[in-house]
């Protein structure tokens, strides 16, 4: 069974740009989490899909936004770049996303702004 | 008050003996409570997860759960090198569809 992955692996951008991330779950996994990893702040929460619909957010300006298609593969969007949105960013996929189940990690993009 | 709080370390220990992390979280609705290992430059992989009150334990690996004092552990017996990483202590609640991660205890195992 292949495990989450994340495209693309590496990103290089200037500030001002704006950026797509993409995640496909592991097959049968209908919930999609997005975390951003930082040495400073650690794993943070971004947002949550279930069924294409978001049922959580976390406390990250608008310019973060993410979507889930009917396949459950979902896509983060980071517009108008800023230097501190250089991080790792981790898509991160479960069956319901309920509290009591596992998730699973894809390898992660690390994306650079410049 | 940081939501769930770990040493960030390094826990420095020889390899044979028993490391062990802790990990302490301040809501009380907390539920779900998990061990994920972060080798530098990889992502999380999860290693425990614990539910109850009480000790779970796995190959090596025993995790420990104290709901009224807030506090989780993990003790990795036989520690080997190749366990010299990260390990993140995360929780959820029912219903908030996400894990609270702690900022991770950094584990060097002395050959």
């Known amino acids: 069974k292949a495990g989450v992955t994340q495209t693309p692996r590496y990103l290089i951008k200037t500030r001002g740009q704006q950026v797509t991330l993409s995640c496909s779950p592991i097959s049968g996994h209908r919930s999609v989490s997005w975390y951003q990893q930082t040495p400073g702040q650690g794993l943070q929460f971004l947002f949550e899909y279930f069924s294409e619909t978001q049922r959580n957010k976390g406390n990250f300006p608008g310019r973060f936004s993410g979507r889930q298609f009917s396949n459950s593969r979902s896509e983060m969007n980071v517009s108008t770049l800023e230097l501190g949105d250089s991080a790792l960013y981790l898509c991160?996929?479960?069956?319901?996303?309920?509290?009591?189940?596992?998730?699973?990690f894809g390898s992660g993009t690390q994306l650079s702004v410049l | 008050q940081k939501e769930v709080e770990q040493n960030s370390g390094p826990l420095s220990v020889p390899e044979g003996a028993i490391a062990s992390l802790n990990c302490t979280y301040s809501?009380?609705?907390?539920?779900?409570f998990f061990w994920y290992r972060q080798y530098s430059g990889k992502s999380p992989e999860l290693i425990m997860f614990i539910y109850s009150n009480g000790d779970k334990e796995d190959g090596r690996f025993t995790a420990q759960l104290n709901k009224a004092s807030q506090y989780v552990s993990l003790l990795i017996r036989d520690s080997q090198p190749s366990d010299s990483a990260t390990y993140l202590c995360?929780?959820?609640?029912?219903?908030?569809?996400?894990?609270?991660f702690g900022s991770g205890t950094r584990l060097l195992v002395r050959p």
């Open positions: 995360a929780v959820s609640m029912d219903s908030s569809y996400k894990l609270i």
């Open positions: 991160a996929s479960s069956h319901t996303g309920s509290s009591n189940e596992k998730l699973f």
């Open positions: 809501d009380r609705g907390s539920q779900s």
